[in-house]
T-cell receptor, first 111, second 113 residues
Framework: QKEVEQDPGPLSVPEGAIVSLNCTYSNSAFQYFMWYRQYSRKGPELLMYTYSSGNKEDGRFTAQVDKSSKYISLFIRDSQPSDSATYLCAMIYTGRRALTFGSGTRLQVQP | EADIYQTPRYLVIGTGKKITLECSQTMGHDKMYWYQQDPGMELHLIHYSYGVNSTEKGDLSSESTVSRIRTEHFPLTLESARPSHTSQYLC????????????FGEGSRLTVL
């Protein structure tokens, strides 16, 4: 069983839509939760970073963590064509040597 | 913008050839990583380095080897490439592993014929 599950998509939305991307995980030890964005033929880049449960907002992006449900979300408001990319959730706990990634959700925002 | 560089970006070679994928970072990070990424699949850690002369194999078994004789340089070598090695290889570095803030290179896409 995978530690982190993520719907691969693709998810296609019109410009201006609100997008919701989600991951579930099985290991309750995870403490730090991240969303990485990966454009085609590029490496992933860190988009959002959250410690433990709660919400974090950065411009059009909001990350939510619900540790009781082992569920994390990324919301994108007023989506733009430039948001078209693959979004990878990732998580780690203190003492673990490296991130555990989801398989990524491919998002396409249609102009 | 991250200062981590991978070469070559694309490589097509024949079976049995020896290849080295280069990775360099100018941020002075102690920790460096190699991940393997296949389409629609999660990133799998294949090698990890805590610092100079310190390397470990990752969670995904790999026939590749790595070395870390300088902080900034973390090359990956395949002695005899096979078609099963066809994949995207991503190099990353971080200041502190436990918080998960990784800086990735743009990747090396390897195709073995």
């Amino acid at each position: 069983q995978k530690e982190v599950e993520q719907d691969p998509g693709p998810l296609s939305v019109p410009e201006g839509a609100i997008v919701s991307l989600n991951c579930t995980y099985s290991n309750s030890a995870f403490q730090y939760f991240m969303w990485y964005r990966q454009y085609s033929r590029k490496g992933p880049e860190l988009l959002m970073y959250t410690y433990s449960s709660g919400n974090k907002e950065d411009g059009r992006f909001t990350a939510q963590v619900d540790k009781s449900s082992k569920y994390i979300s990324l919301f994108i408001r007023d989506s733009q064509p430039s948001d078209s990319a693959t979004y990878l959730c990732a998580m780690i706990y203190t003492g673990r040597r490296a991130l555990t990634f989801g398989s990524g959700t491919r998002l396409q925002v249609q102009p | 913008e991250a200062d981590i560089y991978q070469t070559p970006r694309y490589l097509v070679i024949g079976t049995g050839k020896k290849i080295t994928l280069e990775c360099s970072q100018t941020m002075g990070h102690d920790k460096m990583y190699w991940y393997q990424q296949d389409p629609g699949m999660e990133l799998h850690l294949i090698h990890y380095s805590y610092g100079v002369n310190s390397t470990e194999k990752g969670d995904l078994s790999s026939e590749s080897t790595v070395s870390r004789i300088r902080t900034e340089h973390f090359p990956l070598t395949l002695e005899s490439a096979r078609p099963s090695h066809t994949s995207q290889y991503l190099c990353a570095s971080s200041v502190g592993a436990s918080t998960g803030e990784l800086f990735f290179g743009e990747g090396s896409r390897l195709t073995v014929l």
